[in-house]
């Protein structure tokens, strides 16, 4: 195989799938790791080289930690409330 991109065709093409494409597979890997909260968007930024810009504006959603700091004052302004 002399190129990524040729061999990631070939592949996706013998298999049936449309679509696929280097970028397509970055994707779904930065999606599925961020998924899995097991690193923040530093670490991932670095692994994927990939800047933590863009992991914040197209994936960090998808993080069980996204918005952790804002359910966390609410949840203390309810307590505060209730209490």
């Known amino acids: ?7 990631i065709h070939r592949a996706a ?5 449309d679509g696929v494409t ?17 690193a923040d968007v530093e670490e991932w930024a670095g692994f994927f080289d990939t800047s933590p810009e863009t992991i ?6 998808h993080s ?8 966390e004052a609410i949840e203390r302004r309810g307590q505060q409330l209730c209490g």
Request: charged content about 20%; cysteine-free; hydrophobic content about 35%.
């Open 64 to 71: 069980p930690r996204h918005q952790a700091r804002a359910v």
């Open 13 to 17: 093409e013998r298999a049936g799938l």
């Open 22 to 38: 280097p970028h397509v597979l970055k994707h779904t890997a930065i999606t599925w790791a961020v998924m899995s909260g097991h």
């Open 56 to 61: 914040r504006r197209h994936y960090w959603h």
């Open 1 to 7: 195989m002399g190129s990524i991109k040729t061999g």
